[in-house]
């Protein structure tokens, strides 16, 4: 046999022993941090799909979550509304009639 031959037999041999031994650091140093190597391709899977009884158990379970929110959100407003009395009313629109009749004296450039 030549000496090209196994010279080139010999660096090819090299080659690979060199391309494993990086693969195996690769393995090891994941190993390490608690991460398996990165892959080479990742495939892309595309969004998970529910089963229809799933489905329709979530729906229901939102829909009775809003139930429960806006029933709450309604006694809520209900407990915080306040309202005036009739005397109460009268002052106010006095008082707003009395704004606006200041307001219509100014003359028509200042504001």
Known sequence: MPLDTILAEL?????RVDQAITALEGVL??????????PAVR???GRRKLAAA???????????????KKATASKLE???RRTFSAA????????????????????????
């Open 78 to 80: 209900t407990a915080q």
């Open 29 to 38: 140093a994941g190993a390490r941090t608690g991460r398996a190597a990165a």
């Open 11 to 15: 660096k090819s041999e090299r080659d």
């Open 88 to 111: 109460t009313r009268r002052k106010m629109a006095k008082a707003q009639k009395a704004r606006w009749a200041k307001v219509r004296q100014q003359p028509a450039g200042k504001g």
């Open 54 to 68: 799933l489905r329709e158990r979530l729906s229901q379970a939102k829909k009775l979550w809003w139930a429960k």
């Open 43 to 45: 495939r892309n899977r």
